[in-house]
């Protein structure tokens, strides 16, 4: 079975920092594109961040570019989150996802959706607030 399993996340004041992981099993790892959604209630499930399978390419959300930096260390087969600057509005839970789709075509509408997801984590709650 493929397991997805996030950690990392917390409470945290507004400018501070958090460093999620996802850590995968029951995959090749290094044939996954990886990615971050979040979501906050009453809200849709939005992208945040993505990286290809060589781990040469990744893409951000408007709303976080310059200050989350997405990373994977294949040969543990983790998945990172760098979260700096945090903001209120960061918070909501943080899923991370796989995708096994084999395509070299990426982009970030690609990515946005959620259906091109094969696998999803159950989530780490982040809150930012003073």
């Known amino acids: 079975q493929v397991q997805l399993e996030e950690s990392g996340g917390g409470s945290v004041q507004p400018g501070g920092s958090l460093r999620l992981s996802c850590v995968a099993a029951g995959l090749t790892f290094s044939y996954y594109a990886l990615g971050w959604f979040r979501q906050a209630p009453g809200k849709e499930r939005e992208f945040v961040s993505a990286?290809?399978?060589?781990?040469?390419?990744?893409y951000y959300a408007d709303s976080v570019k310059g200050r989350f930096t997405i990373s994977r260390e294949d040969a543990k087969n983790v998945v990172y989150l760098q979260m700096n600057s945090l903001k209120p509005e960061d918070t909501a839970i943080y899923y991370c996802a796989a995708d096994f789709t084999g395509t070299t075509r990426y982009s970030i509408a690609y990515f946005s959706r959620l259906q091109t997801w094969d696998y999803w984590g159950q989530g780490t709650q982040v809150t930012v607030s003073s």
């Open positions: 990286i290809n399978w060589g781990g040469d390419r990744e």
